[in-house]
């Protein structure tokens, strides 16, 4: 969804510290979700925690994403910032069917475009643009169950190298 014009003037206000040269496009704003591979692999994307929004914006051939609070919103211009947004415009079409929501698996590290259907006989899908796991590959598209399969099958192999969780979001 577009984001409000507070949201939108705090973006400009801190891409002006970035220097001259930056501009803002239009401001799509996402809600963000936390999910630990645990919970993911034991219950499915029904227990991702809302964790607050991101931002993005799209000016001319510039990509800029946004973190945190609008006040203190943190910045990225870089290839995470790029690979979002060129999964952003292959579906960014307004539709009451989805929502699109970003979801962090923060051990792995895994960052995603979430497309939720709030219908129960509609499939969710996941495509992530950050994955330092071998088991999802940046922009492919997962079903919810070919996602959590996937999850499950990281979560076994951590399991047999020792890995004990030491929190909420691990």
Known sequence: M????????????????????????????FKAYSLSLESLAAGGLERARMAGSRYL?????????????????????????RMLASIYRKIRQPSDDYELRILTLPVLPLEALWIFTPSPVSTDLIVPYLSLSEHFRVSEVYSDTDFVDAAKLAHRERAKMGYVPTGPDE
Do not use: C, H, N, Y
């Open 2 to 29: 577009k984001a409000s014009e507070k949201v939108v003037g705090d973006f400009e206000k801190r891409l002006r510290l970035k220097g001259p040269g930056w501009q803002v496009g239009d401001v799509w704003e």
């Open 57 to 81: 914006s799209l000016a001319g051939d510039k990509v800029i994403m946004g973190s945190g609070p609008s006040e203190q919103m943190t910045l990225e211009l870089g290839p995470v910032a």
